[in-house]
């Protein structure tokens, strides 16, 4: 049988090494994947991805789906017109069933223990909840074991420098399992709110525009600029550019798996006056003359 749609649905064709499966598979788990696409039709697409994978990252069903057109999941396909004879000389799969068994690890007994069902729980933080963590209760609903509604309270701890879309998993939080198997999880997904102070993230590195006048740009100073760890000084250089970019070390966020905090670049903008009084007009007039008599002089000296 010439099956190729599950090598169809992940993009490939039926002489793709195991390692492009794989790259394949994770690339469009993630660009389908419900959490970071919400397009109609990303869910079923990523679930479409997911049965592909199964079948075709495991070598031996990969095998069985390349000879027959089908998995150890969809054993029936194989009756087909009229039964198939097996070994034993009997309808049905006969001695089949000891090559799919050892294939595929047995029939799937329908009162086996199975895990639960995850859960997924939408938090939405701050922009200083996300860089400085919190501890929070939640509160939720979830099955139990005899099949009722359970409403669940659990105190989460918000990790310190969690970004936008990022999850956690809590192990055993989700529905009740069955036939005594265990709880699923619960996958806590992150939302983080747009800073109030004009800060913007990326990663542990935080930005924030500053404005100064033009007399601090030409001649330099100390202005306090906002970081999330407080107000702090900055120093600006004499002669800095619009759009100059300072570097504030570890005033950022911190790193996600330990080892400090990210920096703060503060981008400059220079505000123009746009209405002087006739003594600021005054005082910019003879200092434009005097520049302008410094590059005369530098003109004349070079010449």
């Given at each position: ?130 860089v400085f ?27 310190a420098g ?94 996600m798996r ?46």
């Amino acid at each position: 049988m010439n099956n190729t749609e599950l090598y169809n649905t992940l993009g490939l064709d039926k002489n793709a090494t195991q390692d492009e499966i794989k790259k394949a598979y994770r690339k469009l788990s993630k660009k389908y994947h419900p959490d970071l696409n919400h397009e109609p039709g990303a869910e079923d697409k990523y679930k479409e991805v997911q049965d592909a994978y199964e079948t075709l990252g495991d070598e031996q069903k990969r095998a069985m789906y390349d000879q027959y057109g089908a998995t150890g999941d969809q054993q029936g396909g194989f009756n087909g017109q009229g039964g198939f004879s097996g070994f034993n000389g009997q309808s049905g799969f006969g001695g089949f069933e000891d090559i799919f068994s050892q294939m595929f690890g047995g029939y799937a007994d329908p009162n086996r223990p199975r895990k639960g069902q995850d859960l997924q729980y939408r938090m939405t933080l701050t922009f200083e909840e996300a860089v400085f963590g919190k501890e929070t209760t939640i509160s939720y609903t979830r099955t139990t074991a005899d099949g009722k509604s359970e409403s669940k309270e659990l105190k989460v701890t918000v990790p310190a420098g969690v970004e936008n879309g990022q999850q956690m998993r809590l192990s055993g939080q989700g529905e009740a399992g069955l036939n005594g198997g265990p709880f699923g999880d619960l996958y806590v997904v992150f939302r983080v709110a747009a800073s109030k102070d004009g800060f913007e993230r990326d990663g542990a590195d935080i930005y924030l525009e500053q404005h100064i006048d033009f007399a601090t740009a030409t001649l330099g100073g100390e202005v306090m600029v906002k970081t999330v760890h407080g107000d702090k000084k900055l120093k600006i250089a004499a002669g800095t550019q619009n759009s100059t970019r300072i570097r504030m070390r570890g005033m950022g966020a911190p790193y996600m798996r330990g080892g400090g905090n990210g920096d703060q670049f503060v981008v400059v903008t220079v505000d123009v006056p746009k209405k002087l009084t006739k003594k600021q007009q005054e005082a910019l007039k003879d200092f434009q003359n005097a520049m302008n008599g410094a590059e005369s002089h530098k003109k004349g000296f070079f010449s």
